[in-house]
């Protein structure tokens, strides 16, 4: 049994940025108007609605996007479209720190006061912001802005950072960096806190000889185009020539490692799931790199988006998946939006969707926006997340492979172990696997920061 409150309805600004997300309701069981003609005296569609839980962490997205906080009328509301208990739509929006469920301003800068930040100056930031503005949460400017103290915000080689949250009918989120209190307090005041950051160099490519980071810098990461210029998606077309088969031992031949820690053989981990009798299997690109002082995922997702979409596309290829999830973490908004655009633009260049380059091959991938938890960069409990639960790591056995995301096989690598499946098909695996070490082939991505002449991303055997 849940109690749902009885109190004010949702407000027509918090139903719109719900339907938007979750389409109009279809009848009054719904969160729609009552039609006695339509609706009669029996619910129906229940289990239609509870099997679109995975969609209430965008819709959540949605009301803070709009309002600045999740009331609980618009969190009744949301509960009512997707048929889960308030209580356990509570329990969600309170997992996150990104989402707020007791009134606050519109215009929020969230101050990183993390490792990296510190070593620069954000102590003494947020001390001048105290100063200026007041302690950190309580409303200024007749309510309409606040600053926040943050966990690391992933910019940590342009320290010290702020995300900048603005709500309303046309929502932004901007990352400016380096910042310092007098530049806060000035967007906070501003007319339009929200106008976009000049752009500021802080990665460094390692120079010749890169592999990984070869076209950063050099493509522009919006154009297609120009990724295809420079050698893009040559990889898939070889990959769909090639068939499964043959990329799961040109990836095992690579002794590929898995880069988000726990170097489990890449080869055999597809090879598992592409031999699972259950169906659907889904492929999972774990970009919610949250860990203080690395940002190298970030890099990739900003500045060469095109190539996560391709190498989550040759993946999918290999191990028999239809649908991928890219989950990239809330404080990311340049990388969610370059990663979603690419992949609108993939979609329409036939290199997503039903047919892949005229191959018979269906694969599309949906992006998933975290909201602030560490813990959702630990596989299991980013399942939890995209299903719409609060992202809490599950008990291993069973593990992904056989049952993973929705209780499926499901296929999970991050962003830099995906991205070397293209240079492994471009110089095949043997070769690939003569770089690097015998215990660590290829080449690995380092983040430098804090105290550092020339912080940044670099590359290496």
Known sequence: MDLHVIGPLASPAERAAVDAVLGPPTSGWAGGPRDSAVDGHAARGGHAARARRSELLPALHAVQARIGWISQPALNYVCKRLAIAPADAYGVATFFALFATTPRPPVVAHVCDDIACRLAGAEGLCADLERALGPAGE???????????????????????????????????????PVDAAGIVSRLESDDPGQAAAPTAGTVPSGAGSRLLARVGVVDPASLDDFRAHGGYDALARALGMGPDAILAEVTASKLMGRGGAAFPTGRKWAAVAAQAAQP????????????????????????????????????????CSTGYLYIRGEYPEAEARVDDAIRQARSAGLLGPDILGSGFAFDIELRRGAGAYICGEETALFESIEGKRGEPRNKPPFPVEVGLFGKPTVINNVETLVNVLEILRVGGSAYAKVGTAESTGTRLFCLSGRVQTPGVYEVE
């Open 281 to 320: 299997h889904y492929l999972v690109c774990n970009a919610d790199e949250s860990e203080p002082g690395t940002f190298k995922d970030r890099v990739l997702l900003e500045d060469d988006p095109f190539l996560i979409v391709e190498a989550m596309t040759i993946a999918a290829f290999a191990t028999g």
């Open 139 to 177: 409303p200024v400017r007749d309510g309409r802005t606040t600053w926040l103290r943050s966990p690391c915000l992933g910019l940590c080689d342009r320290a010290p950072a702020a995300l900048l949250t603005v709500a309303g009918e046309e929502s932004r989120s901007l990352a400016v960096a």
